[in-house]
């Protein structure tokens, strides 16, 4: 309820429930009490969702509609998943990029645990000397998540719901890479 904090109503019950679904990849309806959401995204999602309000009009719409977070949410998880990449040299980017959609989902578009050690070979056949100042700014930026599971450290996509958006990347650089063979 930090959309209550000074009086402030800026969600209503309904479009949180709405956020809470989307996030943790639940159906909508589905109790609250069931759910585990992912803090980071869910504040991602509800800042993205506030500097759009910001940005509509001056002045702004004193609250975040279901319908503006339905017209907006995949816009701002596509958008994370691509800034994720923006600090990193054009090089660098492109490659890192490769990287997540080529290593970290499964040919149907699900999250893949890969172990830190084949992470950093693998880059460093692409060509990145600091692979594990990539992979550190990937988990800083919340795109990827590392435990310590088995003996090693393994790396995974965040959440399943920001698999489809890097499942979806990947298609589209397939897609690009076909029509620029031809």
């Not at 109503?9 to 069931?34: A, H, K, M, Q, Y």
């Not at 940005?55 to 017209?71: C, D, G, Y």
């Not at 050690?117 to 998540?145: F, M």
């Not at 298609?171 to 063979?181: F, I, S």
Request: proline residues 5%.
């Amino acid at each position: 309820k930090p959309g209550r904090i000074d009086g402030r109503n800026l969600v209503s019950d309904e479009t949180g429930e709405s956020i809470v679904c989307f996030v943790s990849g639940r159906e909508p309806g589905t109790p609250l009490i069931e759910i585990e959401a992912v803090p980071p995204l869910l504040s991602l999602m509800c800042y993205g969702l506030n500097e759009e309000r910001l940005k509509v009009s001056t002045p702004p719409p004193r609250e975040i509609t279901t319908a503006s977070f339905n017209l907006q949410r995949g816009e701002i998880l596509q958008h994370f998943y691509e800034d994720s990449f923006a600090d990193f040299p054009e090089g660098t980017h492109a490659t890192a990029c490769k990287f997540v959609e080529d290593w970290l989902i499964t040919v149907d578009g699900n999250r893949s645990l890969v172990a830190r050690e084949d992470a950093c070979a693998e880059l460093r056949k692409r060509g990145i000397t600091s692979p594990d100042q990539v992979l550190d700014v990937l988990i800083k930026k919340r795109l990827l998540t590392s435990e310590y599971r088995g003996g090693t450290h393994r790396l995974e996509i965040t959440h399943d719901v920001l698999a489809g958006y890097v499942h979806k990347s990947r298609e589209e650089r397939k897609r690009r890479q076909e029509v620029e063979m031809r």
